[in-house]
């Protein structure tokens, strides 16, 4: 098999790099080897190839592939866009449109993290600095704790921070300052100042190929911090309406993007200025058997495993909620979407243990326990550091969550 030329100058320029200096940590592999894309960029004006692909997003009765689809949508009648026109996106670039309208609409709002000036390693921020000007949008050093830092500072200082973390799995040298500094800066000057306009951006989640250090779902953790507010799109109207929503909110905001999504899912966005509400869940299909819960890439594998489950199952109804957002979480949906079905099946692939499933299970026994008409199923993944070679048997896929559907309903 031939390489392609770009294929060759990324592996070049990595290599380039790798064999001029120790390799003093494993992160520091992965960083070079997505540095190196600024190379393909100077030498062919191309991004490097596309990677990620989540099996039936493309045939998803949730992607809205046309425009009057995407316009039928109820929390768009608000907004001023559900009139107006729409542009076929991919995720990315509806993250990106985000960013844009919210430098054009907000003098003091920037953009800063590792290599977002030429693009970042997902192209999310592609074109925003020749857009804005690179004293709004700029690269930072290669110190998470110093972005979340910053954007602290920032933020308390009146502006708008909008911070990406590369990856999510290395938010973790941040988390200092996100749950002991960001989250608490309000509480602990009895609501004096604020770091209200900071919002932390990061790819999360298995994307095929990315292994222990670059597919954890790290959502839990921050879940469990009052003063945070969590969020989780699965798809490119959602990311646009949801980020703009979390740059504008009074509330420090983390905002996961599963970036097996960023190529995978396309949809017809509206070009205007939107927001979708924090803090809300959205029933995606009704139904009066079965709740079935998830979010980020996880309501395509859901949705899938509904279909088998209610082809199998002759009657079967199944009720699909997407979180959206995890902090916080819209428990009354869902408890009265159990109160109504009596059974739940929640689904996430972080590992089950202190999971988001945990406490959404929790809740929910709670509040209906004399409605349960069987236990409430969590399908997560394992306890285990993510697996690179067995991701597959890892990540809840559509025969893990059609079990646990046929268990609920069979119990």
């Avoid at 960029?41 to 991004?47: I, M, V």
Wanted: charged residues 20%.
């Amino acid at each position: 098999m031939r390489t392609s030329r770009t294929t060759t100058l990324l592996l070049r320029n990595f290599a380039n790099i790798v064999h001029s200096r120790p390799l003093i940590r494993n992160r520091f592999t992965h960083k070079v080897f997505f540095h190196a894309t600024r190379t393909i960029l100077q030498a062919t004006g191309q991004p490097p190839p596309a990677e990620g692909f989540l099996p039936g997003v493309a045939q998803s009765k949730f992607i809205k592939s046309t425009q009057e689809e995407a316009l039928k949508n109820a929390e768009l009648a608000n907004t001023g866009v559900a009139n107006g026109e729409t542009k076929k996106m991919n995720m990315f670039q509806a993250i990106n449109d985000a960013m844009s309208i919210a430098l054009a609409t907000d003098e003091t709002a920037v953009v800063f993290g590792e290599d977002v000036a030429f693009g970042g390693v997902f192209r999310c921020t592609l074109g925003l600095a020749e857009m804005f000007g690179k004293d709004r949008v700029f690269n930072t050093p290669l110190t998470e704790q110093g972005i979340v830092g910053f954007g602290i500072g920032m933020a308390a200082m009146g502006h708008t921070a909008i911070a990406e973390i590369q990856f999510a799995d290395y938010i973790f040298p941040a988390f200092d300052q996100l749950v002991n500094e960001a989250a608490k800066y309000r509480y602990r000057s009895g609501g004096i100042f604020n770091v209200a306009g900071l919002t932390v951006r990061s790819p999360c989640s298995a994307v095929g190929h990315g292994g222990h250090y670059h597919s954890q779902s790290p959502e839990a953790y921050f879940t469990h911090t009052p003063g945070l507010i969590v969020v989780m799109p699965r798809s490119p109207i959602q990311a646009k309406g949801l980020l703009l929503a979390s740059i504008r909110d009074r509330n420090p905001v983390i905002f996961f993007e599963p970036k097996i999504l960023y190529r995978a899912a396309i949809e017809q966005v509206p070009i205007g200025d939107y927001e979708l509400p924090l803090g809300k869940a959205e029933i995606l299909k009704s139904g009066k058997d079965v709740t079935v819960i998830g979010y980020g890439s996880q309501i395509y594998t859901l949705e899938n495993a509904i279909q088998l489950a209610e082809k199998d199952i002759p009657g079967l109804s199944c009720e699909l909620i997407d979180l959206r957002s995890l902090l916080p979480w819209d428990v009354d949906t869902v408890a009265n979407s159990v109160n109504k079905t009596g059974r739940l099946v929640i689904a996430h692939e972080a590992p089950q243990t202190s999971g988001f499933a945990a406490e959404v299970a929790t809740n929910i026994m709670e509040r209906c326990f004399l409605r349960l008409e069987a236990p409430i199923q969590r399908v997560c993944g394992f306890d285990t550091p993510f697996p690179l070679v067995f991701e597959k048997f890892y990540v809840p896929d559509m025969i893990k969550c059609y079990d646990a559907i046929k268990e609920v309903v069979e119990y």
